[in-house]
């Protein structure tokens, strides 16, 4: 499995949230508290929004905590929109087109967990997909192929009902080869303003997920923590599992639950997947 991080909100340093929390991604990625496996480390990834429409993405096989030229890069790069994900790999080859987060336009993607008897089902949901955006899937991970069916159905126009048809889909198929329990997902995605987050697997028992609280609450509840005080108001981190020991800081996300982090109110609703 894998952890991973997004955040948004005022323009950040990554080098600040990636390498100086106590218990930072990078420290997850060789030290994982919560996750399915302890270590993190066939690979990295990160994106971001910059001067254009569409994110940059920076990706290596080598492990997160190992590479020098993550730590020069992110001390050196600001954005108001960040994805990062350390991989540990459910069967697919160490590879970068299938490190995380992955791209399609101006949206990216990330993924923890799997799906149970890909091998068997991939013809049937990689055929799927829509034929004009069939050439675009670069790598072989059942993650990569959840996102292009998502955008075949209609992640650009409504991720709530896109991500929750795919996994429709994704479901309905495995049952039909008497797949047990496919679906395992902690999801991000985003358009580069708003980001939709998901949590949910068919037996209900997701992987971890939590999001931060808000930065005016924890300011008044832990005044003398100096890096509060560095954050925006809009400052917004969702997680595979906490940063740091911090009473109050963050909120679990309920099972079967997705949300949408955006400008102003948030949102959290059920998640129900929807068949097709």
């Keep these: ?23 930072s991604l990078i420290d997850q990625s060789l030290h994982s508290r919560l996750g399915a496996t302890t270590t993190n480390g066939d690979g990295f990834g990160i ?9 940059a993405l920076f990706k290596s096989i080598e492990p997160a905590w190992n590479d020098s030229n993550l730590r020069e890069v992110t001390s050196q790069l600001r954005t108001p929109l960040l994805f990062a994900h350390v991989r540990a790999s459910t069967g697919t080859p160490v590879q970068r087109s299938n490190c995380h987060p ?13 799906l149970h008897g890909f091998h068997e089902i991939k013809r049937e949901l990689v055929t799927a997909i829509d034929p004009s955006l069939f050439p675009d899937l670069e790598g072989s991970t059942d993650s990569e192929t959840l996102f292009f069916l998502a955008l075949t159905f209609g992640l650009t126009d409504d991720p709530f009902d896109a991500v929750a048809r795919a996994v429709g889909f994704v479901e309905q198929t495995a049952r039909a080869h008497g797949i047990d329990n496919p679906v395992q997902m902690t999801v991000a995605t985003t358009d580069g303003t708003s980001t939709w987050i998901f949590r949910y697997s068919t037996e209900r028992q997701s992987r971890s997920l939590f999001f931060s ?13 100096e890096a509060l005080h560095h954050l925006g108001e809009e400052a917004r981190i969702v997680v ?12 679990e996300v309920p099972e079967s639950a997705a949300g949408v982090v955006q400008a102003g109110r948030d949102e959290m609703r059920e998640f129900e997947p929807i068949p097709t």
């Design 102 to 114: 992955f791209r399609h336009g101006n949206w990216m993607w990330m993924h923890n967990g799997s």
């Design 213 to 225: 609280t808000e930065i005016s609450t924890l300011r008044k509840l832990h005044p003398e923590v």
């Design 240 to 251: 595979s599992e906490p940063l740091r020991d911090l009473p109050g800081a963050w909120n």
């Design 47 to 55: 994106g971001w929004y910059g001067e254009g429409s569409e994110p």
């Design 1 to 23: 499995m894998c952890r991973w991080l997004a955040y948004s909100g005022e323009p950040i340093l990554a080098h600040d949230l990636l390498f100086r929390p106590k218990h």
